[in-house]
Protein backbone atom coordinates (compact mmCIF):
# COMPACT_ATOMS: atom_id res chain seq x y z
CA UNK A 1 0.00 0.00 0.00
CA UNK A 2 1.14 3.17 -0.97
CA UNK A 3 0.18 6.31 1.20
CA UNK A 4 0.39 9.80 0.07
CA UNK A 5 -0.01 12.46 2.38
CA UNK A 6 -1.18 16.49 1.49
CA UNK A 7 -2.84 19.56 2.68
CA UNK A 8 -0.09 20.93 5.03
CA UNK A 9 1.19 24.76 5.00
CA UNK A 10 1.51 27.56 6.98
CA UNK A 11 -1.04 28.77 8.75
CA UNK A 12 -1.46 31.41 12.14
CA UNK A 13 -2.49 30.35 15.74
CA UNK A 14 -6.41 29.56 16.02
CA UNK A 15 -6.35 28.93 12.07
CA UNK A 16 -7.89 25.22 10.94
CA UNK A 17 -6.48 22.65 8.16
CA UNK A 18 -7.21 19.43 6.89
CA UNK A 19 -5.08 17.11 5.86
CA UNK A 20 -5.49 13.92 3.48
CA UNK A 21 -4.05 10.51 3.38
CA UNK A 22 -4.36 9.00 -0.11
CA UNK A 23 -4.07 5.10 0.19
CA UNK A 24 -2.97 3.37 -3.26
CA UNK A 25 -5.63 0.57 -3.46
CA UNK A 26 -8.39 -0.82 -1.87
CA UNK A 27 -7.55 -2.56 1.06
CA UNK A 28 -7.07 0.61 2.70
CA UNK A 29 -10.16 -0.48 4.62
CA UNK A 30 -8.52 -3.84 5.90
CA UNK A 31 -6.00 -1.06 7.71
CA UNK A 32 -6.14 0.58 10.65
CA UNK A 33 -4.98 4.38 9.83
CA UNK A 34 -3.00 6.80 11.79
CA UNK A 35 -1.35 10.10 11.80
CA UNK A 36 2.20 10.37 13.63
CA UNK A 37 3.55 14.02 13.82
CA UNK A 38 7.27 14.94 14.54
CA UNK A 39 8.91 18.30 15.27
CA UNK A 40 11.89 19.39 14.81
CA UNK A 41 14.32 17.63 17.20
CA UNK A 42 11.81 16.07 18.77
CA UNK A 43 11.23 12.03 18.83
CA UNK A 44 8.06 11.25 16.39
CA UNK A 45 4.69 10.92 18.46
CA UNK A 46 0.98 9.36 17.53
CA UNK A 47 -1.70 12.14 16.96
CA UNK A 48 -4.87 10.18 16.14
CA UNK A 49 -6.22 6.90 14.89
CA UNK A 50 -9.16 5.69 13.35
CA UNK A 51 -9.88 2.00 12.80
CA UNK A 52 -11.54 0.44 9.56
CA UNK A 53 -14.99 1.35 9.38
CA UNK A 54 -14.42 4.46 11.03
CA UNK A 55 -16.23 3.62 14.16
CA UNK A 56 -13.28 3.65 16.71
CA UNK A 57 -11.25 6.64 16.91
CA UNK A 58 -8.52 7.59 19.02
CA UNK A 59 -6.82 10.60 20.30
CA UNK A 60 -3.21 11.75 21.57
CA UNK A 61 -4.45 13.98 24.80
CA UNK A 62 -2.81 16.98 23.28
CA UNK A 63 -5.00 17.41 20.22
CA UNK A 64 -8.02 16.19 21.67
CA UNK A 65 -11.45 18.31 21.19
CA UNK A 66 -9.24 20.22 18.27
CA UNK A 67 -8.63 17.23 15.91
CA UNK A 68 -11.26 14.90 14.08
CA UNK A 69 -9.43 12.29 12.25
CA UNK A 70 -12.37 10.60 9.83
CA UNK A 71 -11.99 7.99 6.31
CA UNK A 72 -13.54 7.53 3.21
CA UNK A 73 -13.25 3.92 2.42
CA UNK A 74 -15.03 4.68 -0.67
CA UNK A 75 -12.28 7.48 -1.79
CA UNK A 76 -9.20 5.61 0.33
CA UNK A 77 -8.92 8.51 1.70
CA UNK A 78 -8.35 9.33 5.37
CA UNK A 79 -8.34 13.13 6.52
CA UNK A 80 -7.31 15.00 9.76
CA UNK A 81 -9.34 18.09 10.52
CA UNK A 82 -7.14 20.24 12.50
CA UNK A 83 -8.59 23.46 14.42
CA UNK A 84 -7.52 26.03 17.04
CA UNK A 85 -4.10 25.12 15.88
CA UNK A 86 -1.29 26.07 17.90
CA UNK A 87 2.46 26.95 17.58
CA UNK A 88 3.50 23.28 19.12
CA UNK A 89 1.40 21.47 16.69
CA UNK A 90 4.01 22.83 14.12
CA UNK A 91 5.66 19.33 13.03
CA UNK A 92 6.00 16.99 9.92
CA UNK A 93 2.72 15.18 9.79
CA UNK A 94 3.19 11.42 8.39
CA UNK A 95 0.09 9.09 7.52
CA UNK A 96 0.28 5.24 8.48
CA UNK A 97 -1.39 1.94 7.95
CA UNK A 98 -1.14 -0.95 10.01
CA UNK A 99 -3.32 -3.70 12.13
CA UNK A 100 -2.21 -3.00 15.21
CA UNK A 101 -3.66 -4.49 18.18
CA UNK A 102 -6.31 -1.74 20.25
CA UNK A 103 -3.13 -1.42 22.96
CA UNK A 104 -0.72 -1.05 20.68
CA UNK A 105 -2.64 1.16 18.50
CA UNK A 106 -0.48 4.47 19.09
CA UNK A 107 3.27 2.73 18.68
CA UNK A 108 4.88 3.43 15.82
CA UNK A 109 6.36 0.42 14.85
CA UNK A 110 3.38 -1.56 14.38
CA UNK A 111 2.43 0.15 10.88
CA UNK A 112 3.30 -1.59 8.27
CA UNK A 113 3.28 1.37 5.62
CA UNK A 114 4.20 4.68 6.09
CA UNK A 115 3.53 8.12 3.74
CA UNK A 116 6.20 10.49 3.30
CA UNK A 117 5.43 13.72 5.72
CA UNK A 118 3.46 17.00 4.68
CA UNK A 119 4.47 19.66 7.00
CA UNK A 120 2.43 21.78 9.18
CA UNK A 121 3.71 25.05 10.62
CA UNK A 122 1.68 27.24 12.89
CA UNK A 123 3.18 30.81 13.38
CA UNK A 124 2.30 33.98 13.79
Known amino acids: VQLQASGGGLVQPGDSLRLSCAAS????????MSWFRQGAGQEREFVAA????????YYADSVKGRFTVTRDNAKNTMYLQMNSLKPEDTAVYSC??????????????????WGQGTHVTVSS
Open 96 to 113: AAGRPILSAITTASTYYY
Open 25 to 32: EGTFRSYT
Open 50 to 57: IRLSGGYK
